[in-house]
């Protein structure tokens, strides 16, 4: 049985903060794959087009019949664990921090035995539930869970080594005026959030909900306006070192394309607002996150982006926005990269319209903020990094893997 | 296909001998090519040969790389006409055999000097086990980096549920052993080993404790084949070759490990050699875990399928026990050199077979088995193979 989470204790401020050391991410190009997968929460093995053989660990001729042809396909990822061992000796100075440390052999029922980490509450000889996760290093494993869902299953050391739960963790949501902001923070005040920093710019402007937002007890409102360097840089010379998951929810949605714009002021404001609105955030509050980011149960563990799936595909009723969310998408990867180090993850939260005032004149379906705030914390306790949120995001993700050419025609067609 | 084991050619008229082993040490700051260098120096001086003479040379080593065997005959001053780098680290001692064999048996090279050879300097067991193998890589290493002893616990966490072994049964193996090691001035490990202290050792990946690891080290085991005529015009004690198998992969839709490829071929080896398993006068396995030499005593006939934990029961394994088993102590008492581990077994049964032996002797020793294990890509244990020689009549 999983104990639940301890609340941490203060941290003592003179004691040295434990550097962030990594599992070995190397894999081979194929075994990527299986990143793919767990990036998206999906259960993914190679599976032979031309004999169905379903194989692990990767490969790139198949064992039985040596077909080339061996998609990454979603399968049931039910089996029995046939074998367990505690290692208690590592050669890895990762896991050496982290001894003792589960593994055990699973016979998956579509075929292959695979090794995997072991969540506490799994039995040998019983059946479990495999996962794909992603490990510290940003690459995938596989993750053993009991059959059945178990008391504080999420509190489990292993598993929260992949996972970026918000419990006890303190929070910064970056624009706390909008309706996302605010139902992002009460999200996480639900999740278990220690304390959730909301900013806000100009706080002596009154805003609506703005009562509510303060009569939440670990949400504690903070002058932030990520148009501005300066107040960025003061509010991370203040909290950084106390900020755990950086939800960016600043916003500027704005209908039309490039040529009806007629100039370029609207778009300045979306590029300065959204991409050097998460690049002022990255560039202040980044280097505190990757250095915590094994520090305790609290350690630093998700910077989050809200992006428009259209980042993905341009929407030209929104083109020139779609634009700007294309840019905070490629600088999303670049942020990946360089906050892996710390084993800090970059969710993206990709999302359609919403239920706000910018999108009224868009038809259904349209997405609640309390929706996507719920998705992204799920998310995070799942350790995900990539997640398409309602019906147009996934309705776009499909098309976008189908036929790519065809969703650019259908979108410009209105 | 079935295959008849008539249809191989024997060995007759080749011979190993000239068992060399160098040394082990627990760290070396020398490199995989000096502890090379050293073995061949011993090979020419016991045997008197040339450097120049030999003219074939088979190398396996963990730690040679960037190089392979042709940038050692470079290295070393050789000019062979056969060449062979055999990575198959358990395996390498027997399978080197038997490809020399070949080739002195077919007139391909007249002198093959077979070494397997490592150095360890204090952090290159780690960066073998990070990089072992593609799969390793992919699904092994980042599984709590227990390294081949979380992989093995596993296997003998499995065999144990399966076939009702228990830890006092692969304690009997590795006290016997350590027994026979006690007089083999080498070994790095010197003091006597009781039950209860195997029983007491700290666990490492469980069920696997402290005394069924070996013990990384750095080292290095030769021997040469040659024709038996030109053996005994030289007048060199030899022991003569009568079966061999080999098998990689075998088994791979076993879930785990339960059985190595011994159990395809043991049939083929002892029809090849004319024999059976009741002729052995002693046997040396694979020891890089106990669980592994008893899967070896069943899979090569010994006994059936989940019957060594009774057979360990009913024998002693020292070497005047009634089953004498990895009679130098095998890699569990005497340390892994790396890929010499693959040849410990087989320079040791040579000198069985030669009475040149460096520690206790098997009296009356006419017959030894010989087996090998190594590669574990993934979950197992992918070579097997095994020998048979015999004492030179």
């Keep these: 049985m999983s104990e639940p989470l301890a609340r941490p204790r203060r941290k003592n401020p003179l004691a040295r903060t434990r550097l962030p050391l990594l599992p070995q991410g190397a894999r081979s190009r194929t075994a990527h794959g299986l990143t793919a997968a767990a990036a998206e929460g999906r259960f993914a093995l190679q599976v032979c087009a031309d004999c169905g053989h379903v194989l692990y660990p990767p490969r790139d001729a198949c064992p039985r019949c040596l077909s080339a042809k061996l998609p990454f396909k979603n399968i049931d990822p039910n089996g029995r664990l046939i074998a367990e061992t505690t290692v208690r000796i590592s050669t890895d100075r990762y896991f050496h921090e982290r001894m003792p440390w589960r593994i055990g052999t699973v016979q998956l029922d579509a075929g292959p035995a695979i090794v995997a980490h072991l969540h506490g509450d799994t039995v040998e000889g019983e059946r479990v539930r495999l996962t794909l996760k992603l490990d510290k290093s940003g690459s995938a494993v596989m993750f053993a869970l009991p059959a059945q869902e178990t008391p504080h299953m999420q509190a489990d050391r292993h598993w929260r080594e992949m996972t970026c739960d918000p419990q006890y963790r303190r929070v910064l949501i970056s624009d706390g005026r909008n309706a996302v902001g605010q139902a992002m923070a009460k999200a996480f005040a639900e999740a278990g959030a220690s304390t959730v920093f909301v900013g806000i710019a100009d706080p002596w402007k009154p805003f609506p909900g703005e009562a509510e937002l303060r009569n939440i007890a670990p949400i504690e409102v903070v002058p932030l306006d990520v148009t501005d360097t300066a107040s960025v840089a003061e509010l991370a010379a203040q909290n950084g070192g106390r900020i755990d998951i950086l939800v960016n929810t600043a916003e500027h949605v704005r209908p039309g394309g490039i040529i009806e714009r007629g100039n370029l002021s609207v778009a300045r404001e979306e590029i300065d607002i959204r991409y050097f609105g998460m690049m002022r955030l990255a560039q202040a509050f980044g280097p505190a996150l990757r250095f915590r980011g094994a520090d305790g149960v609290n350690s630093a563990t998700a910077f989050v982006n809200l992006l428009s799936v259209h980042a993905l595909m341009n929407w030209p009723a929104y083109g020139a926005s779609s634009a700007a969310e294309a840019a905070c998408l490629s600088a999303s990867q670049c942020l990946r990269a360089e906050l892996r180090p710390g084993g800090v993850k970059v969710l993206n939260a990709f999302f359609g319209p919403l239920e706000t005032e910018w999108y009224q004149t868009v038809p259904p379906p349209k997405l609640a903020p309390a929706a996507l705030a719920r998705a992204v914390v799920a998310a995070l306790q799942d350790g995900l990094e990539d997640i398409f949120v309602g019906d147009i995001a996934q309705d776009v993700r499909e098309r976008l893997n189908t036929n790519p050419k065809a969703l650019e025609r259908e979108l410009g067609s209105h | ?393």
Excluded at chain 2, 26 to 39: D, H, N, V
Excluded at chain 2, 214 to 228: D, I, K, S, W, Y
Excluded at chain 2, 268 to 280: I, R
């Design chain 2, 1 to 393: 296909m079935p295959r008849q084991p008539s249809a191989r050619r024997s060995y007759e008229g080749v011979v190993a001998c000239q068992p060399v082993t160098i040394p082990y040490r627990r760290y070396s700051t020398e490199s995989a090519a000096w502890w090379i260098g050293r073995a061949l120096r011993e090979l020419v001086k016991k045997s008197g040969l040339r450097p120049q003479d030999l003219d074939g040379f088979a190398l396996s080593s963990f730690t040679i790389g960037p190089d392979t065997a042709i940038g050692l005959t470079q290295h070393l001053g050789l000019s062979p006409r056969w060449l062979d780098h055999i990575p198959l680290g358990g395996a390498s001692g027997v399978v080197a055999l038997r490809r020399a064999a070949r080739a002195v048996q077919a007139g391909d090279a007249e002198f093959v000097a077979c070494v397997g050879a490592d150095t360890n300097h204090v952090d290159s067991f780690r960066r073998t086990l990070s990089t072992f193998s593609r799969f390793a890589q992919d699904a092994v290493y980042p599984y709590g980096s227990g390294g081949p002893n979380a992989s093995f616990a596993l296997i003998t966490r499995n065999y144990m549920n399966r076939f009702g072994a228990t830890r006092e049964d692969f304690g009997k193996l590795c006290v016997a052993q350590r027994d026979n090691a006690l007089s083999v001035p080498h070994a790095l490990m010197k003091q006597k080993l009781t039950l209860d202290a195997y029983l007491a050792a700290r666990p490492i990946a469980d069920p696997i404790h402290l005394f069924d690891c070996v013990m990384p080290c750095a080292g290095a085991e030769a021997f040469l084949v040659c024709r038996e005529e030109t053996a005994r015009a030289q007048g060199w004690t030899h022991v003569r070759v009568l079966a061999t198998i080999e098998r990689h992969n075998a088994f791979p839709d076993d879930p785990i490990q339960i059985r190595g490829g011994w159990a395809m071929d043991a049939g083929e080896l002892w029809a090849m050699a004319g024999l059976h398993t009741g002729s052995v006068d002693f046997v040396e396995t694979y020891d890089d875990y106990p669980v592994i030499s008893m899967l070896q005593f069943e899979d090569l006939g010994f006994c059936g399928k989940g019957e060594a934990p009774d057979f360990v029961r009913s024998h002693t394994f020292t070497n005047d026990g009634s089953f004498p088993h990895n009679t130098s102590g095998g890699q569990l008492s005497t340390g892994q050199a790396g890929a010499a581990g693959g040849y410990l077994g087989l320079v040791e049964a040579i000198g069985q077979l030669t009475d040149t032996a460096p520690g206790g002797r098997v009296p009356n020793a006419r017959i030894g088995l010989v087996s090998g294990f190594g590669m574990i890509n993934y979950d197992r244990g992918l070579a097997s193979c095994a020998a048979v020689l015999a004492r030179a009549a």
